[in-house]
């Protein structure tokens, strides 16, 4: 199937998507920062650039877009079209994700994975809850954790 956009537009439309300082991260900042904790961000010392780093409590935190990292829920789907290039693509940025987060925990750094479907959609969260388990995580001495939408919540 082709592309319903001409490859100029599809282009600009793709070079839009940010990397970092996306809403859902800037709105998880501002509430950590309101309850008092500090962080630095996109440390590149750290395998993947982690989103926050709370060296205080040896912490990283990654939110994770669904679509992008590869999640099971109901938010990704795989492009129809360029089936082969996407699941090279996706299929290698999950790979990367698992890589990094082994690398961090072999070096003590605690990990929690936010993912965007936490956020939106029909299984989000009350904004409340997620800053309320992230602030419980970062407390605790769990060393993986994910959070996300209410079907996939464990």
Not at 122 to 146: A, D
Request: glycine residues 4%; positive net charge.
């Amino acid at each position: 199937m082709a592309d319903i956009v001409p490859k100029k537009v599809r282009s600009r439309m793709m070079a839009g998507i940010k990397g970092k300082d996306t809403k859902p991260e800037v709105v998880i900042r501002k509430a950590l920062h309101k309850k008092g904790f500090r962080y630095r961000l996109h440390l590149k010392a750290l395998p993947g650039k982690p989103d926050l780093v709370l060296k205080k409590y040896k912490a990283v935190i990654f939110i994770h877009g669904c679509f992008w990292h590869l999640h099971d829920c109901h938010l990704f789907k795989w492009p129809s079209t360029r089936p082969k290039f996407w699941k090279e693509k996706i299929s290698r940025n999950k790979f990367r994700d698992e890589e990094q987060i082994k690398a961090l925990i072999s070096t003590n750094w605690r990990v929690l994975l936010i993912w965007e479907c936490a956020f939106k959609g029909k299984n989000k969260l009350p904004f409340h809850k997620i800053i309320e388990k992230t602030s419980t995580w970062i407390r605790s001495e769990v060393q993986f954790q994910e959070i996300q939408g209410t079907a996939l919540d464990k």
